[in-house]
């Protein structure tokens, strides 16, 4: 049976993958608790999803809202705040497994989710650390997921500390754990355990490896026994990730920008392939949506532009 699958949904599927069994997982929200929940249903029944707000070996039963989403406290072994959770659990070493994304990447996984550009004239301002910082420097091992961002030479802003230099640097400097892999939309990569420089291991079946390379700044390296093909997901599989969270098989814009009505998400009992239902449904109307999503952006900057012009006459 032929499977239709997106690439973040591949992503997801991926980074699960990465999860063992028994580990305490520093999960972000995203795609990071759809792969956790994913994790615990196929291959890691026991693993303790820990929550930057304070949730702590929880049972989801869809993807939180935000970091402290009471609805993800199904099941929950304890419920803490964040010092508990950076104080008390993860800088004391007990957390095995930290996932974070990224905007920009480094040959050594060294991660910007601050600024692009100049820090005090920039391009663009990120989300910032929140927490990316201490979970990079104090999980045992890191898995990085890059869903949207670049590679790049020299990162315009070190966020968070991946291998540092290379080599031993990271020993050198205090931290213990450091990335293991980097999953993107595309490929798996991984870090050579000595020189600690990333090198591509795996692709995506419908990518290949000079696609991949292309969009890589520095001459990357490949794995020393030959680039394998990631494996795709079950049926079973694919239709847990698109019941438990649709919206990692649909583009997240449009869940960003526009609050559509539920029976865009509803999924009734079919014997039909999910996805094709849904995308179904967006193509009749994906032209109608993207103008309201502009009209609202254009709504929306000019709100701002008008307070910060307030904000300046007054002199504040």
Known sequence: MKIR???????????????RDGEIAFVGQGHPIVAACLAKKFFAPNLRILMEGGIYGSEPYRPPWHIADLTATRGCLMLTDFAGVFLGILSRGFVDVGILGCSQIDKYGNINTTVVGDYFSPVLRLPGSGGAHEVGSFSKRLLITMAGGRFVEKLDYVTTPGWLDGGDSRRKAGLPGGPEALITKKAIFRFHPETKEMYLDARYPWVSVEEIRKEI??????????VKVAPLPTPEQLRFIREFSPLTALR?????MEKITERHWMLEPSEEPLLTRIVEIRDEDREAIKRRIEEKRRARGSFFKKEIERWRASGQ
């Open 5 to 19: 699958i997106t690439p973040l949904e591949m992503l997801a599927y991926s980074l699960a993958r990465e999860l």
């Open 217 to 226: 700044p520095w001459d990357l390296k490949v794995a020393e026994d030959g």
């Open 252 to 256: 997240r814009d449009y869940y960003l």
